[in-house]
């Protein structure tokens, strides 16, 4: 049974001709127990689209369903959903036992139940000793772990998270995001993940729902994604470095770049103009010395391994190298070759996977 | 400023020494005056040592007020001060806040133009429309009452505008928090806001307290029974016509009697209304 559904979800902002639509018809299931990461550059609409999950925002068209029950009605507190803020929004007046406890008290909870779900979230979260403290004399991290907190209490059927971790350092960032995962295999709640990061967004992710100026460009697997980007936002969105996107004409087995013919290991799927590409570390040196040369501008060592930027025909190509592999000289021209099966061919006009 | 410099040091201390005196010189002259029998005062110079009359002249203005003039005791004055101060002080909070959250945080019509008017009121004080208003409490027969005393000087659009500024300040998220958590709008005006802005409200309550304690104009209008006379009232009447006929030293006992309250919640107050002032809690 899916936990959330999206179905035809439409945001306009303002009315008649004067609004703005920013959310084009979103279409999605998520299945109960997984965890799915939104993600996408700022302003894409992702966090609209999780307010709107959390009925923060009205919901201009089409419909949200939780747990089989259409909520576009439905008060964010009887949406039987839990949501961690950005900033945490902590009660700052009330201590964390009470941050954590107000919404069971708000719905009439007997105290001693209050008391164990508290106790026991505490316990999860690591947050035992500092139930009596106020959020103000709390680091970062464990202020994180409250929010974490008050959203598990409430035994939710779906957890929201809105870049819970963009307030945190670098390192915290990761450790959370450790946790994170960690409670979710533990209490396997359905979890709706929204972040710009694509390092939290693969890490996290059972399923990542890319999303590009208000619409769904891919829904799948990290894996899928990486390896299978269905356009050329995903495919420069999900990678660092991003993928290499090398505008030219195909015709009879060969891509012509600018000067530079490449031959094709494999037929495109048409001829005429198309996009070609190829993650940088799925190209690889040749070692018969045949193959599309790279011209070599600027290689960079980041020790496990080494990133090479050149240009193919006319077109910046980025590859990247085994550490331990001999570095090619700048202004040298490094012949290469890549596997038939890592090449993705994309339209030149939608930018849609061929 | 870290600087160790002899000479400035000496110079700030002088500079807040001259300061001091010449604020609470005439303060030590009206606390003499007020220990002193009426001759004594009216000798020249006046004496500035305390006299012995403190106590025969405090309990006589509690008492019995001053002879001459009013003879409302000033405790019964002190204590109509007390009531107007805490109402007007209340009262304003209480009207202020509740208006402050519903511009804040309802969206009904026309309030941008309710807060406007709100806003307008500002510029328009007690003097100016003294007389519509005396004309109202007249005819509602609330002349020499409690209720004619405060009600017409309650609203408040300056604690109105800051409840608003200080609500503004608070994170839409706070507010979003408490809905998901399944706060109703009220419940989350006592959960949250309320805590929130006690800093804001002990400010308020002092600035408040002393604007009601203080009122001149409004209860020398309206009461004309001594047994309403307010204590700043109460030593304008003990005023009377000449300079010989009026009894100084009790007209001074009382105006040491009037400045005491204020100068207590002041005192009381002093941390919480530096830091409804200073620091937003959030």
Redesign the interface.
């Known amino acids: 049974m899916s936990a959330i559904s999206l179905r035809k979800v439409i945001k306009r902002y303002g009315r008649g001709a004067a609004a703005v639509q920013v959310i084009h018809g979103v279409d999605a299931e998520i299945s109960s127990g997984e965890f799915v990461v939104i993600v996408g550059p700022s302003g894409c609409g992702k966090s609209t689209l999780l307010r709107m999950v959390a009925g923060l925002e009205e919901i201009t068209e089409g419909e949200i369903e939780i747990a089989g029950r259409v909520v576009n009605d439905v008060e964010p507190a009887e949406r039987d959903i839990a949501m961690v803020f950005q900033n945490y929004a902590l009660y700052p007046h009330m201590s964390v036992f009470d941050n954590m406890a107000y919404g069971l008290k708000i719905r009439k909870l007997p105290a001693a139940e209050i008391r164990q779900r508290v106790d026991k979230a505490a316990a999860i979260l690591e947050l035992g000793p500092y139930l009596k403290r106020r959020p103000r004399e709390l680091s970062g991290g464990q202020r994180q772990r409250v929010a974490m907190g008050r959203a598990i209490v409430r035994q939710p059927a779906v957890f929201l998270f809105d870049e819970p971790l963009s307030n945190l350092d670098a390192k915290l960032r990761a450790q959370t995001r450790l946790e994170i995962q960690k409670l979710h295999h533990e209490l396997g709640i359905t979890s709706l993940f929204v972040t710009h990061d694509q390092v939290e967004a693969m890490t996290l992710a059972e399923r990542m729902l890319v999303m590009n100026a208000g619409r769904v460009e891919q829904i799948g697997t990290p894996e899928q994604v990486y390896l299978t980007p269905a356009s050329t936002f995903v495919a420069g969105f999900i990678g660092s470095p991003p993928m290499n996107l090398i505008h030219g004409q195909a015709e009879a087995g060969v891509f012509r770049v600018g000067g530079d013919a490449l031959a094709l290991p494999t037929p495109t799927p048409r001829d005429g103009p198309l996009i070609l590409g190829l993650r940088p570390e799925h190209a690889q040196p040749a070692e018969d010395g045949a193959g599309w040369q790279l011209q070599v501008d600027v290689v960079e060592m980041l020790g496990a391994e080494r990133l090479v930027y050149g240009r193919l025909g006319d077109a910046p190509f980025t590859l990247r190298l085994d550490g331990t592999l001999p570095a090619p000289m700048p202004g040298s021209r490094l012949p290469l070759q890549a596997p038939a099966a890592r090449l993705h061919w994309f339209d030149t006009d939608s930018g849609r996977r061929l | 400023m870290v600087e160790r410099r002899p000479l400035l040091t000496l110079l700030t201390h002088l500079g807040l020494i001259v300061g001091i005196v010449v604020i609470a010189f005439p303060l030590y002259v009206t606390f003499i005056a007020s220990t002193l029998t009426l001759d004594q005062v009216q000798e020249v110079p006046m004496r500035l040592l305390p006299g012995d009359q403190f106590w025969h002249n405090y309990t006589q203005v509690l008492r019995q007020g001053s002879t001459m003039g009013s003879a409302a005791p000033v405790g019964t004055m002190m204590f109509n001060s007390l009531v107007m101060a805490l109402v007007i002080a209340f009262g304003k909070i209480a009207i202020s806040i509740v208006s402050s959250f519903a511009i804040v945080y309802f969206r009904f019509p026309l309030r941008h133009f309710f807060f406007w008017m709100i806003f307008v009121t500002l510029m328009l004080p007690v003097e100016v429309r003294i007389i519509p208003t005396f004309k109202v409490v007249a005819d509602l027969g609330m002349l020499n009452s409690y209720a004619g005393l405060t009600l017409p000087l309650i609203a408040s659009a300056t604690a109105t505008f800051l409840f608003r500024q200080f609500f503004m300040t608070v ?1 839409d ?2 507010t ?8 109703g709008p009220m ?1 989350f005006f006592w ?2 806001l309320l ?2 802005s006690r800093t804001s409200i002990a400010a308020l309550f002092v600035i408040q307290f002393i604007y009601g304690w203080n009122q001149y104009l409004w209860p020398l209008l309206i009461t004309t029974d001594e047994s309403m006379y307010t204590a700043v009232i109460g030593i304008k009447r003990m005023i009377v016509g000449g300079d010989a006929l009026t009894e100084w030293h009790l007209v001074m006992a009382t105006a040491i009697l009037a400045m005491l309250p204020p100068a207590l919640v002041v005192l009381l107050m002093q941390k919480w209304f530096v830091k409804g002032l200073v620091d937003t ?2």
Not at chain 2, 176 to 183: L, P, V
């Open positions: 994170p998220e706070l979003e928090a408490a809905r998901m958590d399944g706060a419940r959960d949250v805590p929130l809690e959030k």
